[in-house]
């Protein structure tokens, strides 16, 4: 599929046009940090920086409404009731945009998970419903790792359309017939010849990254160091239980459910969970059998890097956006964690 | 509304009756509101399901009444917080949330012709309890059955009329224990897997069955692997918080297993393949 080019300042027309059609998740920068929401109307993204969340909430929001139930009493006998129970999906499309490769792929890791065995049909309407525009990462930074991971700056899996930075626009690459779809005919040009503008960025990415530690293949080494507690102990040492690593993952699927009521009325619930929470697994008897942090940790280092690749031919729960490394406020770096357990476990 | 199920929505199902079995368990005999619900709905012994008190949440209980018997569903709820404090509040006639069946059952079919022991502590005979019945139903096809149950005093102990009506009966063979003497017991008194030992029954052509707390089932395993049961003669039914019961919240998993669809039922030999996380 041949390229076109979207100038900068034809980005507001577009998404405007977008807008029209379907609800757009983009970057925002709000108080200094860029965050995906639902835009407003006229709301321009930020796509210069790398955005500090995922988008996984276009497709798995933080809180949602699973079901509301509505208890309603016979007016001859008060001892009777009546309860209501009715949900709804989505129905509006969506477009991710200014997702990182990274992100397509997060979403491509949760796929399995919620339309597996059993489906979702909360995240399945909405995943149907999305189509996911990435920006290839020209920029990304020391906590970077996403070729260790399977994945890369430029790499288009999970992406309907990819979006090639180059110095005064993007060159747009349609991947998918959803995502062709999306390219205005007026607002788009063809991109003559700056494909090598496009290819020498991505040729200086890949090298950026070209250290990044493999990820992949650890299942034996943590199987080894299962029972290694001084391991665990030590990986885990700094952490402050604060929540943002799984929040901010855009493979991190765990979730809660809570029921929420006022008078006659209620819902039931679902957040977002986590694993390093002590609560996540102590049972009624008192005994809970992830007792101390640093099992914690390791049942969070064994989902995404030996659980996860076991049950999906070895690909790994983790994208490599770095999110995590960037927001840990003790400066636990998942990459350390891995490549030491593979060097210690082997 | 599209045509996918939606495993989350529960069904609707109203209290028959409430029985008090100890000071902290209470039994509740429920069916499905919906009839034609009711007449399709089946289940193996040991499938559990998410009961619902809406406006406080869900928790998981096991069916422990046998699916030989259909009058109602019956589950035992011990009380321990939240949703358990809430159930014990309902009556007769009030209505709860169901989904279910979940999780997998008690491997029945592989017992048939052997001699059965069945190893429970407090609330963990609620499953076996299912289990038993369900033998007693098709009496002929299971060898002797022996039954060793424990709780911390007499009145803790679930299902004590029944067991003892069954051992008058010639049905089983019943040890009953408590943890302390008491004026009121003249029964055993100590372990379960202590009892257990002292029982010594056979591991020939023998299968054990047992629940109750993780130290328990701990200790438990231990005195049968010295009584000779092989792995695969040994099943226990494991507890785990779990929320969704489907396979998708991901609270519930031992390594890669998830005790909500790949279990609530192992044998000894699948749990040794299992991280040792427990
Ligand atoms: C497969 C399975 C079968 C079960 N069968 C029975 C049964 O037949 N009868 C029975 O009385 N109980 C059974 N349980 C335990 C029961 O689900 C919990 O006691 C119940 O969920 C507690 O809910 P709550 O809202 O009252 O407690 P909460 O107010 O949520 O918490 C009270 C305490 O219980 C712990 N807890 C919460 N959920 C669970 C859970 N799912 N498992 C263990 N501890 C938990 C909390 O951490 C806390 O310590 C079973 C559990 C499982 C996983």
Redesign the interface.
């Known amino acids: 599929m041949s390229l076109v080019f979207l100038a900068r300042e034809n980005l507001p027309a577009w998404i405007g046009r977008l807008y029209q059609d379907m609800a757009v998740f983009a970057p925002m920068t709000i108080n200094g940090v860029a965050a995906f929401r639902a835009l407003g109307q006229d709301e321009i993204p930020d796509l210069s920086r790398i955005p500090a969340s995922s988008p996984k909430a276009a497709v798995f929001p933080q809180t949602e409404t699973?079901?509301t139930?509505t208890?309603r009493k016979h007016a001859d006998d008060l001892?009777?009731?009546?309860?209501d129970?009715s949900?709804?999906?989505a129905e509006v499309p969506r477009v991710i945009l200014g997702a990182r490769p990274c992100d397509a792929r997060g979403l491509k890791l949760m796929d399995p998970?919620?339309g597996?065995?059993?489906?979702?049909?909360y995240y399945?309407?909405r995943r149907e419903r999305t189509i996911i525009v990435s920006q290839a990462c020209a920029m990304p930074d020391r906590a970077c790792f996403c070729p260790g991971t399977g994945g890369g700056p430029y790499d288009p899996a999970g992406s309907d359309l990819l979006l090639l930075p180059v110095a005064d626009g993007w060159l747009a690459q349609g991947l998918t017939e959803a995502g062709e779809k999306l390219l205005a005919q007026d607002l788009f040009t063809p991109a003559g010849d700056r494909e090598p503008e496009a290819q020498s960025l991505k040729d200086k990415a890949e090298a950026y990254l070209a250290q990044a530690p493999d990820m992949r293949g650890a299942e034996q080494a943590f199987?080894n160091l299962?029972?290694d507690e001084a391991f665990w102990d030590q990986a885990t040492a700094g952490c402050v239980r604060c929540r943002i690593c799984a929040y901010l993952c855009p493979a991190c699927?765990?979730?809660?459910?809570?029921?929420?009521?006022s008078g006659l009325k209620?819902e039931?619930i679902?957040t977002w969970?986590h694993?390093m929470s002590y609560m996540?697994?102590?049972?009624?008897?008192g005994?809970n059998?992830?007792m101390q942090k640093a099992?914690r940790m390791r049942?969070r280092i064994?989902?995404k890097f030996?659980?996860?690749p076991?049950?999906h031919g070895g690909t790994v729960s983790c994208t490599g956006c770095g999110r995590c490394v960037r927001a840990c406020p003790s400066g636990i770096d998942i990459r350390r964690i891995v490549e030491s357990m593979k060097r210690k476990g082997a | 509304m599209s045509s996918l199920p939606n495993p989350y929505l529960p069904s609707l199902a109203r209290i028959l009756e409430v029985v008090v079995e100890t000071p902290d368990i209470k039994s509740f005999r429920v069916e499905l509101c919906d009839e034609a619900a009711r007449e399709s709905f089946t289940f193996e012994p040991g499938q559990v399901a998410q009961l619902s008190v809406f406006g406080t949440g869900e928790a998981t209980f096991v069916i422990n009444s046998p699916p030989t018997r259909r009058e109602y569903l019956q589950f035992s709820v011990m009380r321990v917080g939240e949703v358990t404090g809430r159930l014990h509040m309902l009556q007769a006639g009030d209505k709860l949330g169901l989904r279910g069946p979940l999780g997998n059952h008690f491997p029945y079919q592989d017992m048939r012709g052997k001699d059965v022991v069945f190893v429970a502590g407090g609330i963990g005979m609620a499953p076996l309890r299912t289990l038993l019945l369900f033998m007693l139903d098709n009496r002929g096809d299971y060898g002797r059955i022996r039954v060793v149950y424990g709780a911390r005093g007499p009145a803790n102990l679930c299902y004590r009329q029944e067991m003892e009506a069954m051992r008058d009966a010639g049905q089983i063979e019943l040890i009953l224990t408590v943890d302390q003497k008491s004026p009121d017991w003249a029964g055993q008194v100590g372990l379960v897997p202590n009892l257990l030992m002292e029982l010594a029954p056979p591991a020939d052509n023998c299968v054990a069955v047992t629940c109750g707390p993780p130290i328990m089932i701990r200790y438990t395993l231990a005195a049968l692997e010295k009584l000779g049961f092989a792995d695969e003669n040994v099943v226990t039914t494991l507890e785990r918080r779990m929320k969704c019961g489907v396979g998708l919240c991901g609270r519930c998993n031992v390594g890669g297993t998830l005790i909500c669809v790949d279990g609530p039922v192992f044998t000894r030999a699948q749990l040794k393949a299992l991280p040792d996380e427990f």
């Open positions: 699973l079901f139930f208890s001892s009777q009731v009546d309860i129970l949900y709804h999906l998970v919620f597996g065995k059993v489906k979702d049909p399945l309407a199987e299962f029972k699927t765990c979730f809660n459910i809570t029921d929420e009521e209620g039931r679902r969970d694993c996540f697994t102590q049972e009624a008897s005994h059998p992830r099992f049942n064994g989902h030996c659980y996860y076991q049950l």
